[in-house]
């Protein structure tokens, strides 16, 4: 297993949209291996394969206290969601930075496993959130797509500001 490096906003592959994974063999798992490696070192509850400029539809989730409820959801989709929550939201690609964010409070999102046997997942709270969070990467959305222009314009600016002191 090793760490993939991170990619961080703005970076345009950010914007790629992930095409769906046809067949799941050893990459797949492997990527999946990596991704979590890569994820809990950070540390994160989340991962989408797109932050690491592979773009595979591929997501990785670990939401539990013990860190040990690794998730990988492979093409994952929403099928349905409900309610409405305003949380404040973080991302290892965005780092340092967490603005509230409105999402479902509920959603049941179907995917396939790493044996790629379709599943279905009910999730409400941190989970719920996490999954819609990283279903966006897929995407291509970052969070902070979310928030207004003005706010987006100044996040830049402070990731570019702290890039210029850490070089």
Not at 21 to 27: L, S
Not at 58 to 81: F, H, M, Q, T
């Amino acid at each position: 297993m090793s760490l993939l490096p991170i990619l961080h906003y703005p970076d345009s592959r950010l914007k790629t949209i992930a095409l769906p994974v046809g067949k799941i063999g050893e990459d797949i798992r492997t990527l999946a291996r990596d991704m979590a490696e890569t994820m809990y070192a950070a540390p994160g509850i989340g991962l989408a394969a797109t932050q690491v400029d592979v773009h595979w539809r591929v997501v990785v989730i670990d939401v539990s206290e013990a860190r040990d409820e690794l998730r990988v959801l492979i093409n994952p989709e929403i099928v349905a969601g409900e309610g409405a929550q305003i949380g404040e939201e973080g991302c290892l690609s965005v780092p340092g930075i967490y603005d509230k964010v409105e999402r479902a409070e509920r959603v049941t999102a179907r995917y396939l496993d790493l044996d790629g046997k379709e599943q279905t997942v009910e999730a409400e709270g941190l989970l719920a959130v996490c999954i819609q969070h990283e279903i966006d990467h897929l995407d291509g959305k970052v969070f902070v797509d979310h928030l207004s222009n003005l706010k987006r314009t100044r996040i830049k600016a402070k990731l570019a500001k702290q890039a210029r002191i850490t070089a």
